[in-house]
């Protein structure tokens, strides 16, 4: 293994095993610096780049998390869940804003490095281990970009039988097959736990079927 990789997996491990002990203190930020913009930084993009991602894609992405102020680091996508990369759907919260913007148009392969404000962070309150008001810095390596449970192409997929909705059953098949296919299969629980969430989330007159109004949080042309 690289020296490089291999000191990155020990920082990682490091980290998560001594950062319960470290005590951090606040950074008072001007209104400028709460409200300014993810800056970018590409560090690898593979000579064939696509696809890209987009708002409702899902992606498979290893980031680790610092803090701009001291370069600590926060989070480390290697050691933590068994240390597989992070499954994650484009643009509808399930990451901070920031990274929502700043992984948008990446490839399999590329590399970013995204700077990302407190206003689009974690904030003003912060998150252990985040102190309020940081500035924060991630180191993004995305895997795989695919059509996401969000895309109207995947609700046609998942909809067998053409009725314009969705039953829990359906979005569960739908979400094995897409982890199968990517190598990460799961156990029931976790596809359980998954299809739950965006039943809470979509399913908005509570009728345990999610139309494809509901579905349609982008407002596609396509319906």
């Known amino acids: ?11 990682c491990t490091l ?3 001594v950062s319960s002990q470290l005590s951090f203190w606040c ?39 610092f803090l701009a102020k001291d370069g600590s680091q926060f989070y480390c996508s290697r050691s933590d869940k068994a240390g597989h990369p992070q499954w994650f759907v484009l643009g509808v ?3 901070i804003k920031g990274l929502d913007i700043g992984m948008e148009d990446m490839c ?20 252990d281990p985040v102190p309020p008001n940081a500035t924060v810095v991630f180191e993004v390596e995305v895997y795989s970009v695919s059509r996401g449970p969000r895309s109207m192409e995947a609700f046609g997929q998942m909809d067998l039988d053409r009725d314009r909705s969705l039953t829990k059953a359906e979005v569960k098949e739908y979400l094995k097959l897409e982890y199968e296919k990517g190598g990460k299969a799961r156990d029931d629980p976790f596809y359980e736990k998954i299809m739950a969430d965006i ?6 007159d509570r009728d345990g079927l999610i139309s494809a109004k509901e579905y349609n949080i982008y407002e596609h042309d396509e319906l």
């Not at 293994?1 to 920082?11: A, I, N």
Request: charged share 30%; with cysteine; glycine share 10%.
């Open 1 to 11: 293994m690289h020296s490089g990789m291999m000191w990155r997996l020990v920082s």
């Open 15 to 17: 980290w998560l095993l």
């Open 27 to 65: 950074v008072w930020a001007t209104p400028a610096e709460l409200d300014g913009d993810v800056k970018i930084e590409v560090v690898f993009k593979p000579e064939q780049c696509a696809p890209k991602s987009k708002r409702g894609d899902l992606m498979n992405v290893h980031y680790d998390g």
């Open 93 to 95: 919260g399930q990451v």
């Open 108 to 127: 399999p392969g590329e590399k970013r490095k995204i700077t990302v404000p407190p206003g689009l962070a974690f904030g003003e309150k912060g998150k």
């Open 199 to 204: 039943f809470r989330k979509s399913d908005h």
